[in-house]
């Protein structure tokens, strides 16, 4: 019913940038909201930012939050995460995630549809 596919990873030196990019293919997009999770090695996966399809509103961890920009491309059916200014804490596994519901959720028991993932890495 819901498929996502993460895009846009790779290696970066830090204070560099990256653009993360989720394609969503869904029956229907009410009531629906997209989120980027994280997970670095031996760590639990970690909420990043959340937004609803309309584009508004969004949620940002304190982690991510000053440097991150979540937004939605409808036209592309998209949901897109640039973070700037990479430290190599950001190092992780980068995952979309997806649920129908009202509001934005932080918690990754919340969402039901995953992607497989792609991976970042930044250099110091």
């Known amino acids: 019913q819901v498929q996502l596919v993460e895009s846009g990873g790779g290696l970066v030196q830090a204070g560099g940038s990256l653009r993360l990019s989720c394609a969503v293919s869904?029956?229907?997009?009410?009531?629906?909201?997209v989120g980027w999770f994280r997970q670095a090695p031996g760590k639990e996966r970690e909420f990043v930012a959340a937004i609803r399809w309309s584009g508004y509103p969004t949620n940002y961890a304190d982690s991510v939050k000053g440097r991150s920009t979540i937004s939605t491309d409808n036209a592309k059916n998209t949901v897109d995460l640039q973070v700037n200014s990479l430290k190599p804490e950001d190092t992780a596994v980068y995952y979309c995630?997806?649920?129908?519901?009202?509001?934005?959720?932080?918690?990754?028991?919340?969402?039901?549809?995953w992607g497989q993932g792609t991976q970042v890495t930044v250099s110091s």
């Open positions: 995630a997806a649920r129908y519901g009202y509001g934005l959720e932080y918690s990754r028991l919340q969402y039901e549809y």
């Open positions: 869904a029956r229907t997009f009410s009531r629906f909201a």
